[in-house]
């Protein structure tokens, strides 16, 4: 699991179902993100954000590759 810099949203990489669920955090509380579980490689094992929260790193262990995905800082309320 990881959190953006922000305290915006929580990531977590689900390894057998080969995704990543997106939760946005608002007072507390988790509300799934639109389209979320996002589809990885095979076998998402570690996630990593970069320090200004725009982008997403997911580490594909079975798959050997790496997922990029941009994170959409405008949809937070």
């Known amino acids: 699991m990881t959190v953006d810099p922000a305290d915006h949203f929580l990531y977590v990489a689900n390894l ?11 007072n ?14 095979q076998g998402p094992a ?14 594909n262990f079975n798959g050997n590759s790496v997922a990029v995905y941009l994170i959409d800082q405008a ?3």
Do not use: Y
Not at 16 to 26: G, L, W, Y
């Open 16 to 26: 057998t179902a080969n995704s990543v669920s997106a939760f946005a955090i608002s």
């Open 28 to 41: 507390g509380t988790l509300t799934p993100v639109v389209g979320s579980p996002f589809s990885t490689g």
């Open 46 to 59: 570690s996630l990593a954000i970069d320090p200004n929260g725009n982008f997403l790193f997911v580490t």
């Open 75 to 77: 949809s937070v309320s």
